[in-house]
């Protein structure tokens, strides 16, 4: 009950407030949201582009095959995808016409919901309004033809897809952004039912959006900000109040969920990239419009925040680390690059905020600001070096085409993931020693423990049990907090970070890392653990041999050591999930000791 309470102190009384009256209101019928009545239909949403630009490359994705979290495709043999089944598993919705508000969040007959909700984040609007822009005489009435489909089997307010806010959010900025990639700048009737429709389901559960503290919040303040303008131009009654909404919200979340050196909220590689792709929309769609600039404080944590994840980003794969949450969303899918290709986002947002450029041009990674009409500047970002991003709980250490991260607590906002002290390590485009992920928020609890859980990163875990206790399905309690944290270079070049922590049953973990110009050396000291402490070093998958106290792969070799006696080691098959609902195994190296003491381990190329 005490860690409850401490818990919920530190989530802060006004969102708990907010939360709770959300969920009571709507579980007995009487919250505002769930009064809203609209109709939306019609065969005429998108027109004709009036002008083709065949030097445009369009996406080929949603042409013939659906596509799910960037990885997973089915054959659509020219046909509409079901909007109630779970692809992978071929099961629907049970009632697909009960309110929205009567459907349970978790254990639908259908298993995890994000399965259901993915094909209706309406990643193929963009898709299909790139391929008319490049002279497809069909797409648009192919566009037409599926959001007619859509609205058909989803009338306003009913089914799940109806059930979360941001799901509608990122329905709205995907109509927008093909509006302005098709220069369509007025909406037929039955755009503006649509759209219409959505903003009065946003705009009443503002309040539980902001109590997430999360991209909830940002998602929303975009779409009704988005949508809101685009209706007032129309003269929807309602448009301009949803867009002074939004602006406000946009503002106040960008205030509050990023830090002044771009940390955001939410301690996750693939949600930043939410967070700035949402944010690009935004401003892309605030020019085009030629509305009121945001406020000077707003672009500058937009700016921190896009400069945050070029630090991550690998230069020559435009991969990142796996840190954090990851449901797979990928806001942008403008040019026909992987999930975990991040150099688009990051160029589009630095060109924006920063008036830079990131990377050069090159045809996949400055595709989408062609799509969107956004000028490449003739600034060039530095090379991102080591760089340490305190506000939340980051060091980024660079040498040569090493880079390594080491991940500690810093929670002003709430954790999910028992990742303190985990250490990244990459050289050139290869992840050698990798986070688990998430694969999925539904997947039960043996997957949930083990992918949010300390044996889902490359740290300690004491006496088998997490490093902060689970509370509920998205909350921790006793959030650490870190210690002893220091990051520096030497005079001879090499970069360190360190810090520790102590956890509520008193078993405490310092941890230095050094970064050499062939290598890692990670030093752990621990002790406070009643019964043992193992170590896990997640390697990237590849035929690793243990030979004595060193796993030997290719020209690597990772070396363990202590000044105890190590009771333990040896390599396992573990899990990893780069991609949302998607796990494949990988080696697991683990070393045990069952007294305080300090562990070595050394991480060295040959070449």
């Excluded at 929309?281 to 020019?287: G, L, N, P």
Aim: hydrophobic share 40%; with cysteine; glycine share 8%.
């Amino acid at each position: 009950m005490f860690l409850k309470l401490q818990t919920y102190l530190r989530l802060g009384l006004t969102n708990i407030l907010r939360a709770a009256v959300y969920r009571l209101g709507v579980r007995i019928g009487l919250h505002p949201a769930v009064w809203v009545k609209a109709r939306i239909g019609g065969d005429q949403f998108f027109t004709q582009p009036l002008q083709i630009d065949k030097s445009l490359r369009p996406s080929g994705e949603w042409n013939g095959d659906a596509l799910y979290f960037g990885w997973y495709r089915l054959s659509l043999q020219e046909s509409i995808p079901a909007w109630h089944v779970n692809p992978f598993n071929g099961k629907a919705i049970d009632s697909p016409r009960l309110p929205w508000w009567k459907l349970p969040d978790f254990n639908l007959n259908v298993g995890d919901i994000k399965t259901i909700w993915e094909a209706s984040r309406f990643d193929w609007v963009l898709a299909f309004a790139q391929r008319a822009k490049t002279g497809d005489l069909f797409a648009i009435d192919r566009l037409n033809a599926w959001l007619y489909d859509w609205c058909k089997a989803n009338p306003a307010y009913c089914g799940p897809n109806w059930k979360c806010g941001q799901e509608a959010s990122i329905r709205i900025m995907h109509l927008a952004v093909a509006a302005k990639m098709l220069d369509q700048q007025s909406m037929p009737p039955d755009l503006i039912r649509l759209i219409e429709a959505h903003l009065a389901r946003i705009y009443p559960t503002r309040s539980y959006a902001i109590a997430q503290d999360n991209n909830h919040g940002t998602s929303e303040a975009a779409a009704l900000f988005m949508g809101g303008s685009w209706c007032a131009s129309h003269g929807v009654s309602q448009g301009k109040r949803w867009a002074r909404a939004g602006r406000r919200l946009l503002e106040d979340r960008a205030k509050r969920l990023i830090a002044a050196d771009g940390s955001f909220s939410q301690y996750s590689i693939n949600y930043h990239r939410v967070l700035i792709d949402t944010l690009c929309m935004a401003e892309i769609w605030r020019r085009w419009r030629r509305l009121d600039e945001f406020s000077p404080l707003f672009y500058q944590r937009a700016s921190a925040a896009a400069k945050w994840l070029f630090a991550f980003v690998s230069p020559c794969s435009g991969d990142a680390p796996n840190i954090g949450g990851n449901d797979g969303a990928r806001l942008l899918p403008l040019a026909d690059t992987g999930l975990r290709e991040f150099r688009p986002s990051v160029q589009l947002a630095m060109a924006l905020f920063a008036g830079q450029r990131a990377y050069a041009e090159g045809d996949a990674v400055g595709l989408p600001l062609r799509w969107l009409g956004v000028s490449l500047p003739d600034a060039h970002a530095a090379m991102s070096g080591s760089q340490q991003f305190d506000k939340g709980g980051f060091g980024v250490l660079r040498r040569d085409d090493w880079m390594a991260v080491l991940r500690y607590p810093r929670y002003r906002f709430r954790p999910r993931h028992c990742d303190a002290l985990h250490v990244d390590l990459w050289r050139g485009g290869e992840n050698l020693l990798r986070d688990g992920g998430s694969f999925s928020y539904n997947a039960g609890t043996r997957w949930l423990a083990y992918f949010t859980g300390a044996a889902g990163h490359n740290t300690i875990e004491f006496d088998g049990r997490d490093q902060m206790p689970h509370l509920g399905r998205f909350l921790r309690g006793a959030w650490l907090e870190g210690r002893d944290v220091q990051f520096g270079e030497d005079s001879e070049g090499v970069v360190s970070a360190a810090a520790g922590y102590c956890d509520w049953k008193r078993a405490s973990h310092h941890r230095s890392i050094s970064l050499y110009p062939n290598g890692l050396v990670i030093r752990d000291a621990v002790k406070g653990f009643l019964h043992r402490a193992v170590l896990r070093w997640r390697l990237q998958p590849g035929d690793w041999r243990l030979e004595g106290n060193t796993a030997v792969w290719k020209d690597f070799n990772l070396h363990v050591s202590a000044d105890v006696p190590i009771v333990r080691l040896e390599l396992l098959e573990g899990w990893e999930s780069r991609q949302y609902f998607r796990k494949t195994v990988l080696p697991v190296l683990e070393a045990e000791v069952q007294v305080p003491g300090k562990i070595t381990t050394e991480f060295f190329s040959r070449k």
